[in-house]
């Protein structure tokens, strides 16, 4: 018998399950009453979604992937209500996986957008900053230590910068080799051998 993924969420049960809470928010909302908790089923269900999610080979090298799983349940619990149980799918049966899939890959998106514009304004702080007028106003040990750190910060982001361009400009090149392998070659070598 094959081994069950822990991160297997069952499609028909889980589109069933979300069918019924949305049936019961809509009775709900019509006579007035309070909005039902969503169902512990149902949030494993999103966190299922966004751990498997995460283990993609787009998104499992990031630092901050436990952000990005806690963003996509949380974006997954304010959308459920948006659920349309009358939305058409080739099947003809509800689809809830897919949909909260792609919310799910939305929140990693703008999760990463986040991190990446908070790492660049980081790296301007750093170089715009004046530490050496920071680490002069210290006394001498700490700013001896101060200046180790900053240089040591300094020469990482230098090496990133290299290990891209190195990445961008080796694309770059096999790019254009593979351009040059696929036009036709000069046969008078060959011509020459007989």
Known sequence: MKKQNIHYVNNKEFSTAVVNYCTLVAEAKAADKEI??????????????????????????YTYREEMVMDAVENCLKAIE???????????????????????????LRRIAKEKRQHDVKEKYINSIGLDAIIAGTDEES??????????????IDKVKETDFGIKEYARREKISKRLRTIDSDLTAFMEDE
């Open 36 to 61: 039902p908790v969503v169902t512990d089923y149902i949030a494993t269900c999103f966190l299922k979604i966004a751990e498997g999610l995460s283990r993609k080979s787009n998104f499992i090298r």
């Open 82 to 108: 948006n659920y349309n149980i009358e939305a058409a799918t080739r099947s003809g049966l509800p689809n809830a996986f897919a949909y909260f899939t792609q919310i799910s890959w939305y929140a990693f």
């Open 143 to 156: 700013g001896i230590i101060m200046q180790h750190f900053v240089d040591k910060l300094k020469s990482r």
